[in-house]
């Protein structure tokens, strides 16, 4: 499994997605998410009888909670979480566009057709 980071520093998934909460979510949310899966998660929690396989599955998944988490909570990463939320943003509206344009053309061809 890929780290939730890339060798530049940049996170390779959506932290909100990874803590299971929307985009917009408080303070307070993403804290109560992060406890929650790291309750789930944390090492001294897992059942006695898992394979080496899933106790590394679950410890990488664990990780990539801690730095989804820390992504969006640590001051050391606040410019950074600018430009991720800038960038989901561009993408958004890039989408929107799009759907738009292609709205539209549906619409005229079937003004067209008619």
Not at 18 to 29: E, F, G, P
Not at 35 to 57: F, G, S, V, Y
Not at 75 to 96: C, D, G, H, N
Request: charged letters at 25%.
């Amino acid at each position: 499994m890929t780290g939730f980071f890339d060798a530049n520093g940049d996170p390779q998934m959506d932290p909100y997605a990874v803590l299971k909460i929307q985009s917009n979510a408080s303070d307070t949310d993403i804290k109560k998410a992060y406890r929650t899966q790291m309750l789930q998660l944390h090492p001294d929690k897992l059942p006695p009888n898992l394979t080496a396989e899933e106790i590394t599955a679950v410890t990488d998944k664990f990780h990539i909670v801690k730095d989804a988490y820390e992504f969006l909570t640590n001051a050391q990463y606040l410019t950074a979480r600018r430009l991720y939320t800038a960038k989901m943003a561009s993408r958004r509206a890039e989408y929107e566009r799009r759907e738009a344009f292609l709205r539209r053309q549906q619409n005229n061809t079937h003004r067209s057709s008619s």
